[in-house]
């Protein structure tokens, strides 16, 4: 399995960063490891590892500074079969140390791989609980005054069954991170590397000394390496009850025709309620006894720059969330076209505000002359599916769903008879 998607590279690191090499060794031991990807969740959080979980290519979680553990383990909890890897820096470590705690203690049945080069490299250099007593940082620039905190040892008093310290530059990494990944039970990782904007720079570190340092401490290499049954695996049968299909109480009140999965992809910019408007279109889906997924993409800057989400609803269990070839794409800005230029030739049906260059002679461009840019994705992609969910069902998402003051113009957005009349003209 290819872990990293070619399309989004370059990696967004700062030039020598010690996090590309962990990327590419974790690619090759996910690609050693031969498991399915859509069998594979990586959880991260926030931290500069964690702005590159765009670029995998299998379920990702991203979640709140140091809760990833918290994250993961709920997730083999609730599906055991999934294979569970944490992306965390050694600052989400701190942050959620008792998450660590917790994680080892159970032997939840996660591989967490830690990115440690020794600061919160992300926001500016502060020192983090793995800092050496010394080590200058943006807050401790005359040398921190605390002991480093051995995270090896700490999963290792904790009951972790797989434990190993090693660097981002040992020969040996992918077959390290392979063990870990493959191991059943709690599998902790301790990579050691090289912050190349703020902790080397402050404390003329370089590569030779990194390695000196990790292969001189109390245990280098897999330090522990036991057989348990893991956290989920030990629960009683039966202890949890069967997921159903009205579990998120979303009623099923109306009937959908849909005999076969229909993929839509929503592109815009901030703003513009692109997800709103595939939620609500889930939403409807689910009313009408459809499975609904979505998934959205978006900078980190969120309130600016492109909005995207990807819809998939089906009269069966959706298993791939990925898109690839969409049946439509719906495009309501020029950012999000600038994002979806790969798939305007491959989507089956194309459909754009007028003015923008889709570059395909046979796209569907949409003039709403009075809609809000706010409910102009869902007034664009509403009429595109009321052959697979009924009208009704789209009124009954935005009543419950909509928000209070917004309802009119979303129930305007979804009868819009303009909309409907919009999408049958093409280009010329």
């Known amino acids: 399995m290819n872990l990293i998607d070619p399309e989004e590279l370059p990696y967004p690191f700062c030039p020598g960063c010690s996090h590309e090499l962990i990327f590419k060794s974790l690619a090759a031991a996910f690609e050693k490891s031969g498991l399915d990807a859509r069998r594979v969740v990586v959880v991260s959080d926030i931290g500069c590892h964690g702005i590159a979980d765009r670029m995998l290519r299998t379920h990702t979680f991203h979640g709140l ?72 940082t943006a807050t401790t620039p005359k040398g921190n005054a605390e002991r480093g905190l051995d995270l090896c040892r700490l999963a290792d008093a904790c009951g972790a069954n797989f434990v190993a310290r090693t660097t981002a530059f040992d020969p040996a990494l992918v077959d390290v991170l392979a063990d870990g990944i493959a191991h059943d039970g709690f599998a902790f990782l301790d990579i050691w590397g090289l912050c190349t904007a703020y902790y080397m720079k402050r404390n003329d570190l370089r590569k030779a000394e990194l390695v000196d340092t990790a292969k001189n401490m109390p245990g280098y290499g897999v330090l522990r390496r036991e057989s ?8 009683p049968k039966g202890s949890a009850p069967e997921p159903r299909l009205d579990a998120n109480e979303i009623p099923v009140l109306f009937r959908a025709e ?64 990925e898109i690839v070839l969409p049946d439509c794409l719906v495009i309501s800005s020029e950012d999000g076209l600038d994002k979806t230029k790969a798939l ?32 102009l994705t869902l007034a664009m992609t509403a009429p595109l599916l009321r052959d697979a969910i009924p009208a009704e069902a789209m009124r009954e998402s935005v009543l419950r769903f909509g928000h209070v003051e917004e309802r009119e113009r979303l129930l305007a957005a979804v009868g819009n008879p303009a909309a409907a009349e919009g999408v049958t003209r093409r280009t010329t």
């Open 344 to 375: 305007v030739p491959l989507a089956r049906r194309v459909v754009a505000k007028r003015g923008l260059d889709v570059t395909r002679d046979d796209a569907t461009l949409v003039d709403l002359p009075g809609v809000r840019p706010a409910e």
């Open 258 to 321: 849909l005999k076969e999965p229909l993929r839509v992809v929503l592109a815009g910019s901030a703003g513009m309620k692109v997800r709103t408007a595939a939620s609500l279109l889930a939403s409807a889906a689910i009313l009408s006894g459809l499975r609904a997924a979505q998934k959205d993409t978006f900078p980190v800057t969120v309130t600016k720059g492109f909005s995207l989400s990807e819809l998939i609803v089906s009269p069966e269990p959706i298993e791939d969330l």
């Open 65 to 136: 500074h140091g809760r990833s553990l918290t994250y993961a383990a709920g997730i083999k909890l609730a599906n055991p079969s999934l294979k569970v890897v944490v992306l965390i820096g050694d600052g989400g470590c701190g942050i959620g140390g008792a998450h660590l705690v917790n994680a080892a203690r159970r032997n939840a049945g996660i591989c967490a791989v830690v990115f440690n080069n020794f600061n919160f490299g992300m926001t500016g250099g502060q020192h983090s609980v793995t800092t050496p007593c010394g080590g200058r």
């Open 228 to 235: 348990q049954p893991e956290w989920a695996a030990s629960q």
